[in-house]
């Protein structure tokens, strides 16, 4: 990921922020399907925002998604259970797009994955100037009115699909992980883009055309 398309990006959202209420932390999503490298473009951001003497807060949406029951076998289709119960939508409209947005500190469930449940936390973003929460799906239609700023990172599915594959390859065989993705991740993520069309709703789009060496 080139640092040109990160400085013009930056220059965008630190102009948006001059006319920001600075009341509460200036909000900044940064939005992606799997593999895309947002979390990669979010720690450059944050790096590049402290440079500049501003403190924020950085949250990661994979943080906080919901306990094994309540997103498998429930029922529904893969792709559904992917796309409306990976997170708990309600719980983090509440406590944390309407709270970070009242400047008030957050305290979240993190999910801990061996043990299949919650330890909470808080964070602190009430004296923060920026907060970056970063996640796919973030556009959706009940958090997209929270966030004040939004990058897309626009990554072709060949490049994506590659490192999803090399992220996931301790966990199962080719053919497992494929055939995960065609009825869970992949329909889920047309879904998003075909309902909530991201590309066209963001601020800023980062292309990537190849991959980080």
């Known amino acids: 990921m080139s640092t040109e398309p990160i400085e013009r ?3 965008t959202f630190l102009d948006t922020y001059k006319s920001h209420q600075k009341s509460k932390p200036f909000i900044i ?3 992606g399907l799997s593999g895309s490298g947002k979390t990669t473009l979010s720690k450059k951001l944050l790096k590049y925002i402290q440079s500049q003497g501003y403190k ?7 943080d906080h998604i919901s306990l094994k029951s309540s997103r498998y076998n429930t029922g529904h289709e893969e792709w559904f259970e992917y796309y409306y119960l990976q997170w708990d939508i309600e719980l ?5 797009f ?3 947005n009242n400047k008030a500190n957050l305290y979240l ?3 801990n994955k061996l043990e299949d449940d ?4 808080e964070i602190q973003v009430r004296q923060k100037d920026f907060c970056i929460i970063e996640g796919i799906f973030l556009q959706r239609a009940q958090w997209k009115p929270y966030l004040d700023f939004t990058v897309y990172l626009d990554c072709p599915r060949d490049i994506r699909y590659k490192r999803i594959r090399e992220r996931e390859r301790n966990i199962g065989n080719k053919r497992e992980i494929v055939s ?3 009825r869970r991740y992949w329909p889920g993520e047309e879904y998003y883009l075909r309902v909530e069309q991201p590309k066209a709703q963001a601020d800023f789009i980062i292309k990537k055309f190849k991959k980080e060496s």
Do not use: A
């Not at 983090?92 to 944390?96: F, V």
């Open 92 to 96: 983090l409209t509440e406590q944390l």
């Open 180 to 182: 995960k993705n065609e």
């Open 98 to 100: 309407k709270r970070v």
């Open 9 to 11: 990006c930056t220059k």
């Open 118 to 121: 919650y330890v909470y936390r």
């Open 56 to 62: 924020l807060s950085s949250i990661h949406l994979d």
């Open 109 to 111: 469930p993190f999910y």
């Open 29 to 31: 999503g940064v939005d």
